[in-house]
C-alpha cells in the first residue's frame, strides 16, 4: 500500500507481487544451498543515501547488501517484516548496479558473476564466484507510519530533473512570499536602521512589511542569527547577556567563569538563574513562560560577499513584527512527549514541538510544507527537525554550525538557520 495510508488487515497486495514477481521452490527438487553468512561486517554511515534521512535504527544498505548477495539470485524476493527506513529494498535494487556491487571489494565480470576473494588452503588469495548481479524484489514491512512514509520514498523510482524542477519552483514561491523576514541592512546602511524601524511598525499585515521591505535599497540577506540565553547577575539582579559576558570573539571561546558587566561579581552559568519572558501562544490557546534569548549577531551576504554585524534597530524591530503576526498555514504544536530529553527542555519552556522553531523559521517551514508533493516531503522532513530548529548550537565560526547528535539539547548560543 502507498504510505501514509495502510493496512490493519492483511495487505491485500502482497498475493499480487508474489505472483507477479515469485518463483515456486520445492525442497526437494531445488539445487539451492548457500554456506551460512560466517564474514565480519562494517560498513561507515558517510554514504549520502544512509544521510538523506535519520532514524533511530537504521543499519547502512551497504550491509545488508552483502547478504542479500549471499544468500539470493537476481529476481529473488526479500522480505523485512521491521524494515524501517526500508534499506533493505534499497540494497535489493542496488544488487543490479555494478558500480555499488563493486565498491563492497567484489568483482564482476562481462557475465555479470559477482566474485570474492577468499584464502585457499595454500595460503593464497583467489577470486571465487558466489552470486550474481542483478536487481532483488523486496517486500518491505513496518508499524510505524514515519517508518513507511520514508522507505516508501526511498525505494520509489524518482523523476530527478522533475524533482529539480518542483523543488525550485517550491523554493521560488516560499521566497517570494517570505524572504522578506531575513532581510537585513548592511553594515554601512545601519544609520538609517531607526528610520526603516519605525516604517515597519506601522505595518499592519505581512503584506505592508513585505512590501515596505521590497522599497528598502541595498539590503543584505541573513544566513543566520546568533541567539543568546540571558541570565540574571545573583548581586546586583541586572540582565547578563551571555554572548556580551562570557564569550571571547577574538578567540573564539566560552569562558566558564565571567564577569558581571554591570557589578563584576564573578559568575558562572550554574551560580545564575535564568532571565524569561511571558507571552501568549495563540497556536495552543494558552500563556507559556520561555527561558529569553536574544539575538546578538547576524551572517549575512550581500551578492556573493559573507559579512557579519551586531543587531540594529531595524533587525529586532523586523523580529518583533514577525512575533505579532500569525501564521497562516498550518503547523504542528503537539506535546512533547515524556522523557528525559523533553523534561529538560521542559524546563526552559520548549514544552511543544513549535517551540523548538523560531517564528519566521516556523512561519517559512508551514509555507515549504503547504506546497509539498509525498516525493519532496521526504527531503523537507530530512532537514527540518535539526537543520532549521533552536538546537543547531553556534560554532563560534570555527566551523559548520550543527546540533548535538542524539539530542534535543539547545545551547546557550543557538543559530537561527534557514
Keep these: 500500500s502507498d504510505p501514509p495510508y495502510y493496512t490493519a488487515c492483511p495487505n491485500p497486495f502482497i498475493e499480487d507481487f508474489i505472483r507477479c514477481h515469485g518463483k515456486s521452490y520445492d525442497p526437494q527438487s531445488s539445487n539451492y544451498h548457500r554456506e551460512p553468512f560466517a564474514a565480519d561486517v562494517s560498513e561507515g554511515k558517510n554514504d549520502p543515501i544512509y544521510n538523506a534521512h535519520s532514524y533511530h535504527t537504521k543499519v547502512p544498505h551497504k550491509a545488508i547488501m552483502r547478504y542479500i548477495l549471499h544468500y539470493t539470485e537476481p529476481g529473488d524476493i526479500v522480505f523485512d517484516g521491521f524494515c524501517g527506513t526500508g534499506m533493505t529494498g534499497v540494497a535489493a535494487q542496488l544488487c543490479g548496479d555494478r558500480n555499488t556491487v563493486e565498491s563492497l571489494g567484489y568483482m564482476v565480470d562481462d557475465q555479470g ?5 577468499e584464502t585457499e588452503d595454500n595460503g593464497k588469495s583467489a577470486w571465487k564466484p558466489f552470486s550474481k548481479l542483478g536487481a532483488r524484489y523486496a517486500v518491505l514491512n513496518d508499524l510505524s507510519p514515519a517508518a513507511t512514509f520514508i522507505a516508501y520514498n526511498y525505494n520509489t523510482p524518482v523523476d530527478v530533473k522533475a524533482f529539480e524542477r518542483e523543488a525550485k519552483r517550491i523554493l521560488r514561491e516560499v521566497e517570494e512570499e517570505c524572504g522578506w523576514m531575513y532581510a537585513t541592512l548592511p553594515q554601512g546602511e545601519t544609520d538609517k536602521a531607526e528610520i526603516w524601524a519605525d516604517e515597519l511598525k506601522m505595518c499592519k499585515t505581512a503584506d505592508e512589511a513585505r512590501k515596505l ?27 547578563v547577556i551571555f554572548w556580551e559576558s562570557a564569550v571571547d570573539k577574538k578567540a573564539g571561546k566560552v569562558h566558564k567563569e565571567f564577569l558581571c558587566p554591570h557589578c563584576g561579581a564573578l559568575l558562572t552559568k550554574r551560580n545564575m538563574d535564568r532571565a524569561w519572558v511571558t507571552k501568549y501562544d495563540n497556536a495552543i490557546d494558552k500563556t507559556i513562560r520561555q527561558a529569553k534569548q536574544v539575538p546578538v549577531l547576524i551572517n549575512y ?58 517564528k519566521r523559521n516556523l512561519w517559512v517551514l508551514s509555507a515549504i510544507n503547504k506546497l509539498l508533493t509525498m516525493q519532496t516531503r521526504l527531503i523537507f522532513q530530512s532537514i527540518v527537525g535539526t537543520l532549521c530548529s533552536r538546537i543547531v548550537r553556534y560554532n563560534m565560526g570555527n566551523r559548520g554550525n550543527g546540533p548535538l547528535t542524539g539530542t534535543l539539547y539547545v545551547s546557550s548560543l543557538i543559530a537561527e538557520t534557514l
Excluded at 558473476?113 to 576473494?117: D, L, N, S, T
Aim: net charge negative; glycine share 4%; proline share 7%.
Design 301 to 358: 551576504s550581500v551578492g556573493k560577499k559573507r559579512y557579519e554585524k551586531a543587531p540594529d534597530t531595524f533587525d529586532i524591530a523586523l523580529i518583533d513584527k514577525i512575533e505579532q503576526l500569525d501564521i497562516p498555514y498550518w503547523f504542528p504544536t503537539d506535546r512533547m512527549p515524556e522523557g528525559e530529553e523533553s523534561r529538560r527542555n521542559d524546563d526552559i519552556g520548549l514544552t511543544h514541538v513549535h517551540h523548538f522553531y523560531t
Design 213 to 239: 521591505i521590497r522599497a528598502i535599497p541595498n539590503l543584505g540577506q541573513i544566513n543566520y542569527t546568533v541567539w543568546s540565553d540571558v541570565f540574571i547577575c545573583p548581586e546586583c539582579t541586572k540582565d
Design 113 to 117: 558473476i559477482v566474485y570474492q576473494q
